[in-house]
T-cell receptor, first 115, second 114 residues
Framework: AQSVSQHNHHVILSEAASLELGCNYSYGGTVNLFWYVQYPGQHLQLLLKYFSGDPLVKGIKGFEAEFIKSKFSFNLRKPSVQWSDTAEYFC?????????????FGSGTRLQVQP | KAGVTQTPRYLIKTRGQQVTLSCSPISGHRSVSWYQQTPGQGLQFLFEYFSETQRNKGNFPGRFSGRQFSNSRSEMNVSTLELGDSALYLC?????????????FGPGTRLLVL
């Protein structure tokens, strides 16, 4: 079974600061990787996803993530955050080698951006 | 295109009762998954349906069950409710159910068990 760790539970940044949220997973096979975001009062929505190929993937709203296979990591980055990025961010994986789509989520990181 | 809809949005039940939650996927989507979100356990996978068949089930007791209808709408049922079942129950749909597909989440049903 897979597991996902997000080590930063609560991050507070000022606008224009750079963001990096850590995500590490544990699984012996091939994974698909996802970052979801939950803005206050809104649904979970997909930021970006990685299946294969270029390990640097770009998503919506200027977010990007890098898959480092040797470190079992998929960290989320944004060069300059805005107040509107205040939200909870979830890293998730599923087992690509089994074809099962059930997502295993990390515990989430609450990002607070101060104006 | 309308998003995933879930009804009801809020529900209060007492211990021992049963509850049924409903999910309507995005039009054309045939795969529906259910997740439970709690402050303590986070987001946990409950089960997945595709073309009316349960394809995968998470590590939850048998009190949790679900089904999918021919129009892809899905229901989940929790019997003999316990206080620990208080949670936000999320439904997600995708078009064909492949592991690479984006799952689109609904707003959830918030269940409070007293």
């Amino acid at each position: 079974a897979q597991s996902v760790s997000q080590h930063n539970h609560h991050v507070i940044l000022s606008e224009a600061a750079s963001l990096e949220l850590g995500c590490n997973y544990s699984y012996g096979g091939t994974v698909n990787l996802f970052w979801y975001v939950q803005y206050p009062g809104q649904h979970l929505q997909l930021l970006l996803k990685y299946f294969s190929g270029d390990p640097l993937v770009k998503g919506i709203k200027g977010f990007e993530a890098e898959f480092i296979k040797s470190k079992f990591s998929f960290n989320l980055r944004k060069p300059s955050v805005q107040w509107s990025d205040t939200a909870e961010y979830f890293c998730a994986v599923n087992a690509a080698d089994t074809g099962r789509r059930a997502l295993t989520f990390g515990s989430g990181t609450r990002l607070q951006v101060q104006p | 295109k309308a998003g995933v809809t879930q009804t009801p949005r809020y529900l209060i039940k007492t211990r021992g009762q049963q509850v049924t939650l409903s999910c309507s996927p995005i039009s054309g989507h045939r795969s529906v998954s259910w997740y439970q979100q709690t402050p303590g356990q986070g987001l946990q996978f409950l089960f997945e349906y595709f073309s009316e068949t349960q394809r995968n089930k998470g590590n939850f007791p048998g009190r949790f069950s679900g089904r999918q209808f021919s129009n892809s709408r899905s229901e989940m049922n929790v019997s003999t409710l316990e206080l620990g079942d208080s949670a936000l129950y999320l439904c997600a749909s995708s078009s064909a159910g492949g592991s690479r597909e984006t799952q689109y989440f609904g707003p959830g049903t918030r269940l409070l068990v007293l």
